[in-house]
């Protein structure tokens, strides 16, 4: 079984930082990509950024030149470096990965969600 656990969120004034990380623990084997999705009240998951193995980025026109991903293979945790926040950004921030367990079983899994507020 493979766990996935964010922490990092809060309550943080427009303008300010924040930083999230997500700890990937359990049966694994390897991890291919890694990624934050967000979701707004009333709103669906929305894509925020994702990274490769070998740290290929993509992020969302939202996001992009505020929010910087990136993760750490030997610990297994992901990251996202949020600065210059909107109160637009509010959310749950999930994280997400694609793993390799070590019974060679592929599968994807999302953590608990943490959420970000960003006041005006």
């Known amino acids: 079984q493979v766990q996935l656990v964010e922490s990092g969120g809060g309550l943080v004034q427009a303008g300010g930082s924040q930083r999230l990380s997500c700890a990937a623990s359990?049966?694994?084997?390897?991890?291919?990509?890694m990624g934050w999705y967000r979701q707004a009240p009333g709103k669906s998951r929305e894509l925020v950024s994702t990274?490769?193995?070998?740290?290929?980025?993509h992020y969302a026109d939202s996001v992009k030149g505020r929010f910087t991903i990136s993760r750490d293979n030997a610990k297994n945790t992901l990251y996202l470096q949020m600065d210059s926040l909107k109160p637009e950004d509010t959310a749950v921030y999930y994280c997400?990965?694609?793993?390799?367990?070590?019974?060679?079983?592929?599968?994807?899994?999302w953590g608990q969600g943490t959420q970000v507020t960003v006041s005006s």
């Open positions: 997400y990965a694609q793993v390799t367990t070590q019974q060679l079983s592929a599968g994807s899994y």
């Open positions: 990274i490769t193995s070998a740290s290929n980025t």
């Open positions: 359990g049966s694994i084997f390897s991890i291919n990509i």
